[in-house]
């Protein structure tokens, strides 16, 4: 069946660049997605990405794509303590309208 | 333009009781899907509603059913509850469209808690 896999934790300090890094298991997967999620708030969309792209980029965030080796990462640039937040990777063989499998979320901690 | 709203924020059931979760569309959206997120894990998708049917579903009890009501708005039931029911769950809305920006939009979640 389809599996999304990531890191649990990842810690780094302001200023510097994250990256989470995910894998997943469905070749068909058409679109990939990064979700943020704050403490006791649902989630909130941060960028997407279609399976025929390698990259894109959207201000501090890029997002690379490998679909040889069906991994995706999200690389945050000049990290912010308003970064802290679990991180979801999710895919899902077409969009909008069918369900989106996640990943179990990475925990980023920003140090001051 | 409200986003997707759900209600209660918070619940508290105990075991065997029935809970009804609510939730309103972003404005626009007629797709309404529902999602569990346990304590540590990532959403779980429970279904989906469309023209006020179910259309997909995911791997969850028949407990768990739904409503959705011709102005997209949509509940969520779960019957005779379980302590592993307590979760926050989180309703999503989407409408069809031919990119990947009709992506779902999640409401901030309503937290069950069983005991």
Same mark, same amino acid.
């Given at each position: 069946?389809e *599996?999304v896999e990531?890191?649990l934790f990842l810690?780094?300090r302001?200023?510097?660049?994250?990256v989470?890094?995910?894998?997943?298991? *469905?070749?068909?997967?058409t679109y %990939?997605y990064?979700y943020k999620?704050?403490?006791?708030?649902?989630?909130q969309?941060?960028?997407?990405?279609f399976s025929?792209?390698?990259m894109?980029q959207?201000?501090? %965030?890029?997002?690379l794509?490998?679909?040889?080796?069906?991994?995706?990462?999200?690389?945050?640039?000049?990290t912010?303590?308003? *970064?802290?937040?679990?991180?979801?990777c999710?895919e899902?063989p077409n969009?909008?309208?069918t369900?989106l499998?996640?990943?179990?979320?990475?925990?980023?901690? $920003?140090?001051? | 333009d409200a986003?997707v709203t759900?209600?209660p924020?918070?619940?508290?059931?105990?075991?065997?009781?029935? $809970?009804?979760?609510?939730?309103?569309?972003k404005?626009?959206?007629?797709?309404?899907s529902w999602?569990?997120q346990? %304590?540590?894990q990532g959403?779980?998708?429970i279904?989906q509603y469309?023209?006020?049917?179910e259309?997909q579903?995911g791997n969850?009890?028949?407990r768990?059913s739904?409503?959705?009501?011709p102005n997209?708005?949509?509940?969520?039931?779960v019957n005779?509850l379980?302590l592993?029911?307590?979760?926050?769950?989180?309703?999503?809305?989407?409408s069809p469209?031919?990119?990947g920006?009709?992506?779902q939009y999640?409401?901030p979640?309503?937290?069950l808690?069983?005991?």
């Open positions: 069946g *599996d990531q890191s810690s780094v302001e200023g510097d660049s994250s989470i890094n995910c894998t997943y298991t *469905d070749s068909s997967s %990939l990064w999620q704050e403490p006791g708030a649902g989630l969309l941060l960028t997407y990405i025929n792209m390698d894109k959207d201000q501090r %965030l890029t997002v794509l490998n679909k040889k080796d069906k991994h995706l990462s999200l690389r945050i640039a000049d912010q303590t308003g *970064d802290s937040a679990i991180y979801f999710a899902t969009s909008g309208n369900p499998v996640f990943g179990k979320g990475t925990r980023l901690s $920003v140090i001051a | 986003g759900q209600s924020t918070h619940l508290i059931k105990t075991r065997g009781q029935q $809970v009804t979760l609510r939730c309103s569309p404005s626009g959206h007629d797709t309404v999602y569990q346990a %304590l540590g959403p779980q998708f279904f469309y023209e006020e049917e259309r579903r969850f009890p028949d768990f739904g409503h959705q009501f997209y708005s949509s509940e969520l039931n005779a379980l592993g029911d307590s979760a926050l769950y989180l309703c999503a809305s989407s469209g031919t990119g920006e009709d992506e999640f409401g979640g309503t937290r808690t069983v005991t």
